[in-house]
């Protein structure tokens, strides 16, 4: 079995060292910044994210509206101080 060496990066979403992902998330030069600047644990998180932004503002992420949106809150997420959690968010309680 072969070793393969964990990908290290430094994130800029994180501002530290860590995992890289293992691909680009999606083709182009978007991506491939991404793939370069942004940790697993850092898209995790935007994942995350990007699911919460979708069911409070109950967007269909097939119109070029909520694409556009989601390109948008993504890029103040992982690349800006200028992110905020959608107003009345509240996290779910177990």
């Known amino acids: 079995m072969k070793n393969i060496m964990t990908r290290m990066i430094y994130c800029k979403k994180l501002g530290a060292e860590a995992e ?10 978007k991506g491939q910044q991404i793939f370069e600047t942004i ?11 990007q699911t919460i932004l979708i069911n409070e503002h ?9 694409r556009e949106l989601l390109e948008s ?7 800006s ?4 959690i959608p107003e ?3 996290p779910p309680t177990n």
């Open 81 to 84: 101080e200028n992110f905020k």
């Open 20 to 29: 890289g992902l293992d691909t680009p998330p999606f083709p182009g030069a």
């Open 39 to 49: 940790s697993k644990q850092a898209w995790q998180e935007w994942m995350s994210m």
């Open 73 to 79: 809150e993504r890029e103040k997420f992982l690349f």
């Open 58 to 66: 109950r967007l269909a992420s097939f119109e070029p509206k909520a």
């Open 88 to 90: 009345g968010y509240i």
